[in-house]
């Protein structure tokens, strides 16, 4: 049997798969080890997966999550999983690539994640070769769905809303200040709070303030997570993430300005990682 978790800071989706059964899905919370611990990490493995299957008949188990990259974090997610899984072969990777593998499977890319937090690399067709420092939503993230909805909330709190905008954005996010300065200072999970807010940008995206948010938002991804490597247009760019899905139109605009070959654009890559997998297995 083989497991694979792709794992942002909102949720963890699951493919486990076997012969016998064929590909079953499950979702929990994200498992991002800034946010939590190994503790709670072996919480959400008991409770919502473990009870799907036995642990004793899974043999690999690859983990692909958001703040997988630092060694001490990786072992808030690999502990955990080896203890619930004592048969198994456990690698516990970053979320970036386990969407390289997904996008470019054993060719070579630009692979870009846009969803709630934003990162980038260089994909060899095995491995990633030059990767940007990922420094968050506070100092970095850029194009993502957290700076997206910081944005919205900052031009709110600002009066910087058009009128329509405003009385909009109010009906469907009734918030006051002191609780969103609660939500993102004092808080679990700000990135996500902030994220929260991007689908407004959506259903607004041809109102022309919008409109200049957007491509603005969306050309900050590209200087500062896709033109920073010297070789990026030897590349095709591909992307993942729901950012990437829901504003395709205003990434091809600015890939376009950039001179820049866009790829595959998917909104989540646990299934093409499951099938890297498995055609692994088959060479």
Not at 47 to 58: A, I, S
Not at 112 to 124: A, H, K, R, V
Not at 146 to 168: C, M, Q, T, Y
Request: charged fraction near 20%.
């Amino acid at each position: 049997m083989i497991i694979v978790a792709d794992s942002g800071s909102t949720k963890t989706d699951w493919r486990i798969y076997d012969k016998k059964h064929g590909i079953r899905q499950l979702q929990t919370i994200g498992m991002n080890p800034y946010f939590l611990n190994s503790d709670k990490v072996t919480e959400v493995l008991e409770k919502d997966l473990l009870p799907y299957l036995n642990p004793k008949n899974v043999g690999e188990v690859y983990f692909y999550g958001s703040g997988c990259t630092l060694s001490e974090k990786v072992r808030e997610i690999e502990y955990p999983l080896s203890d619930l899984f004592t048969e198994a072969t456990i690698a516990v990777e970053s979320d970036l690539l386990g969407t390289a593998r997904a996008l470019c499977g054993n060719s070579a890319g630009l692979i870009g994640i846009l969803g709630t937090g934003s990162n980038s690399c260089i994909y060899d067709g095995r491995y990633i070769t030059k990767q940007i420092n990922s420094l968050g939503y506070v100092l970095g993230d850029e194009g993502s769905g957290a700076i997206l909805g910081r944005s919205l909330v900052k031009a709110f709190f600002e009066n910087k809303l058009p009128v329509d905008l405003e009385k909009d954005f109010f009906e469907k996010h009734p918030v006051s200040l002191s609780r969103t300065l609660d939500m993102i200072y004092r808080q679990s999970f700000p990135n996500m709070f902030l994220a929260s807010f991007a689908p407004f940008a959506f259903q607004h995206k041809t109102n022309p303030w919008m409109k200049e948010l957007l491509n603005s938002h969306f050309e900050a991804f590209f200087t500062h997570m896709v033109t920073v490597y010297e070789d990026y247009r030897q590349f095709t760019l591909h992307l993942s993430g729901s950012i990437a899905h829901y504003f395709g139109e205003f990434v091809e605009e600015a890939a376009k300005n950039h001179r820049i070959a866009l790829g595959r654009i998917i909104i989540q890559p646990v299934d093409d990682i499951l099938n890297y997998h498995i055609q692994q297995h088959s060479e």
